[in-house]
């Protein structure tokens, strides 16, 4: 194993619902296969209707490794991120891309347990859609004044997680 490929599986943000809400399936991919592959398939209520799959990944492994690798949509085949980006170019080492990773993964995970500590608790749904719940709790006056002070602190994690994020894995689309 090269240390671009573990790298990548050091990490497994970009399945596990830390980066992203869903994988957009490309209309030439057959949403029925993806069915068969085991992956829960959804289609968004707009107009023209997109299929997704979403985050985190039900063919992520607990060791990041991908069940489906060889048959995931588009969008997970030509996904690098930007860390993985920058060690394989040669612009940082790859113990500083590990060391991405690792605080990384220790700002998602603050952001879960804060997510449990006010109630949520549905590990199935990306940590932006959980995030997204609570903040309807709130606004609906669902929690109690206690619970403020936490979701204060998720408030604050959860931007320290999208501004990394925006900075060392998310990059430019290239069209």
Same mark, same amino acid.
């Given at each position: *194993?090269?240390?671009?490929? !573990?790298? +990548?599986?050091?990490?497994? *943000?970009? +399945? @596990?619902? $830390?980066?992203?809400?869903? =994988? #957009?399936?490309?209309?030439?991919?057959?949403? &029925?296969?993806?069915?068969?592959?085991?992956?829960? =398939?959804?289609?968004? #209520?707009?107009?023209?209707?997109?299929?997704? %799959?979403?985050?985190?990944?039900?063919?992520?492994?607990? @060791?990041?490794? +991908? #069940?489906?690798?060889?048959?995931?949509?588009?969008? +997970?085949? $030509?996904?690098?991120?930007? %860390?993985?980006?920058?060690?394989?170019?040669?612009?940082?080492?790859? &113990?500083?891309?590990?060391?991405?990773? %690792?605080?990384?993964?220790? !700002?998602?995970? !603050?952001?879960?347990?804060?997510?449990?500590?006010?109630? &949520?608790?549905? @590990?199935?749904? $990306? =940590?932006?859609?959980?995030?997204?719940? =609570?903040? #309807?709790? %709130? $606004?609906?006056?669902?929690?109690?004044? @206690?619970?403020?002070?936490?979701?204060?602190?998720?408030?604050?994690? *959860?931007?320290?997680?999208?501004?990394?994020?925006?900075?060392?894995?998310y990059?430019?689309e290239?069209?």
């Amino acid at each position: *194993m090269n240390a671009a490929e !573990k790298l +990548c599986l050091s990490c497994g *943000m970009c +399945c @596990d619902g $830390s980066l992203f809400d869903n =994988v #957009r399936l490309g209309g030439d991919e057959d949403p &029925e296969y993806f069915k068969t592959l085991g992956l829960p =398939v959804k289609r968004s #209520r707009a107009k023209l209707p997109i299929a997704f %799959v979403r985050q985190p990944c039900p063919a992520l492994c607990g @060791d990041c490794t +991908c #069940r489906i690798y060889e048959d995931r949509p588009h969008q +997970c085949r $030509s996904f690098e991120c930007g %860390v993985f980006k920058d060690a394989s170019s040669g612009k940082i080492t790859y &113990e500083s891309a590990h060391r991405s990773v %690792v605080t990384g993964r220790r !700002k998602a995970e !603050k952001v879960k347990q804060l997510l449990r500590m006010l109630g &949520e608790t549905e @590990d199935t749904l $990306s =940590v932006g859609a959980r995030f997204r719940r =609570v903040q #309807r709790q %709130v $606004s609906a006056g669902g929690l109690d004044a @206690d619970a403020g002070e936490h979701f204060a602190a998720l408030g604050l994690a *959860m931007h320290k997680l999208d501004l990394f994020a925006h900075q060392k894995f998310y990059t430019a689309e290239v069209e």
